[in-house]
């Protein structure tokens, strides 16, 4: 226990919210998985550093004897104990955790799996001895209770789970109803923070990265403003974060200030040269040849100007070499 | 490409339900609760649900969990993802509902 290291949590589950949480299972390996989920998830949401015991594993080949006991002797159950009972004695192991500082948790769960082996005579002490090789690694409080359809809800406060019965079942259902919209808020919240959480190691990159970062972005936004053009997935939702980040009046990244402070004049820019294919198409509207062609380039150039794709192939030809030659004339009719 | 298939029957596994104030956000499985495939869950891209299976599918493999609960079942239908945690090596995963079955590239 003279481990210092910062206790793993879940990034995941502590993103989406996860405070507490339901394992049905049925039948003894079932409950045994439930247990190991329930360590599992001990740990992932800052119960307890599994440095401690890295090295045990569950024994799956010993799952099916064990289970069956395991989780009663962890809180003292006894097979006659009726549910107020058992309900008791759960909330009596959980006062005890809860009283003991986070590092002694996987102690004083061992030690009351292995004092309830002690305790129940000779028949149980493998048993005993399986719920401490158990319970030792996966850190847990399961109360087994009726197999079927038990719930286990998860205290982020006491950093502990206690198996519930089937009424609250009910709930999750009830509940599932509100699910949607809960879940899209969760979603994007969670997402948003994670994008931020980039944004902020970018900071930390070496200057050589961060300039040629800062380029490409910039260059992005500027190809996308003169061209209209997707930016890609990527680039767009970095921009978008700027840019709500500008709207909310902080400090963006460099590229997209320059950006920003450039936007108008590119603005401009792009409407002379749509402007300038206009006039070029009313010219070309003069031949004849070109007379069907024309309306469709005028078209094109009030989409944004790319080039419509065409089953004509003379018109898709041309209508490439025309673009080219605007974006050639670009940077004159910009002075 | 052979992929690994790893079945895991009812009563041999656990999933989850994670909770935000009584509200499923997601489901969860760990590494290790389940009997068979605990590798490849916890480096799986997506999943789909099968009548009442759930099908888990990675680059290391599928696992698929028979007759999961109905609670499970109403969370997939709500599209939740899943998460599945190995606290011991500190590897954590999000896996999201594959919404079209043809574009499943880990199936035979």
């Known amino acids: ?335 | 490409m052979t992929i690994e298939l790893h079945m895991n029957a009812l009563g041999s596994y656990a999933l989850g339900l994670g909770m935000n104030d009584k509200v499923p956000v997601c489901l969860l499985l760990s590494h290790d609760s389940v009997s068979v495939g605990g590798e490849a869950a916890i480096s799986a891209e997506y999943y789909q649900l099968e009548g009442s299976d759930l099908r888990i599918s990675g680059p290391n493999g599928v696992v698929v969990l028979k007759e999961i609960e109905q609670a499970c079942i109403d969370a997939v239908e709500a599209q939740l993802p899943l998460v599945v945690i190995d606290p011991a090596t500190e590897r954590e995963v999000l896996v999201t509902r594959l919404e079209d079955p043809s574009s499943d590239i880990y199936r035979e």
């Not at chain 1, 399986?130 to 009726?146: D, K, N, S, W």
């Not at chain 1, 065409?310 to 004159?332: G, L």
Request: charged letters at 25%.
């Open chain 1, 1 to 335: 226990m003279s481990d210092t290291k910062q206790p793993w949590t879940s990034k995941l589950l502590k993103g989406l919210g996860v405070n507490q949480a339901a394992v049905p299972t049925k039948g003894p390996i079932a409950k045994a998985c439930g247990v190991a989920l329930a360590a599992a998830l001990t740990v992932a949401m800052g119960g307890a550093s599994m440095d401690v015991h890295a090295g045990e594993k569950i024994k799956k080949e010993t799952a099916h004897e064990a289970a069956s006991t395991t989780a009663y002797s962890v809180v003292g159950i006894e097979d006659g104990d009726s549910k107020f009972e058992r309900t008791g004695k759960v909330a009596a192991t959980l006062g005890q955790i809860a009283l003991s500082p986070q590092a002694g948790v996987i102690s004083l769960v061992g030690q009351a799996a292995v004092g309830s082996a002690a305790g129940a005579g000779s028949k149980s002490s493998s048993q005993g001895k399986h719920a401490a090789e158990i319970v030792g690694t996966v850190v847990g409080v399961a109360v087994a209770a009726p197999v079927f359809g038990v719930l286990m809800i998860g205290n982020q406060a006491h950093n502990t789970y206690v198996f519930i019965q089937e009424e609250q079942e009910k709930n999750v259902k009830l509940k599932m109803e509100e699910v949607g919209d809960r879940l899209a808020g969760v979603k994007e919240d969670f997402t948003q923070q994670m994008r931020l959480e980039d944004r902020a190691a970018r900071q930390n990159w070496p200057e050589d990265r961060k300039a040629y970062d800062q380029k490409v972005m910039y260059q992005a936004a500027v190809d996308a403003e003169t061209t209209g053009a997707d930016m890609g997935l990527e680039k767009q939702i970095r921009f978008d974060i700027e840019a709500k980040i500008a709207q909310e009046g902080g400090v963006t990244e460099p590229w997209f200030a320059k950006f920003s402070a450039e936007k108008e004049q590119i603005a401009q820019n792009r409407a002379i040269q749509t402007k300038q294919m206009l006039a070029d198409a009313d010219a070309l509207s003069n031949d004849k040849s070109f007379e069907s062609v024309t309306s469709k380039i005028q078209l094109s150039a009030a989409e944004g100007g790319s080039a419509l794709p065409s089953s004509n192939k003379n018109f898709s030809t041309f209508s490439q070499d025309a673009s080219k030659k605007h974006v050639k004339q670009a940077p004159e009719l910009s002075r």
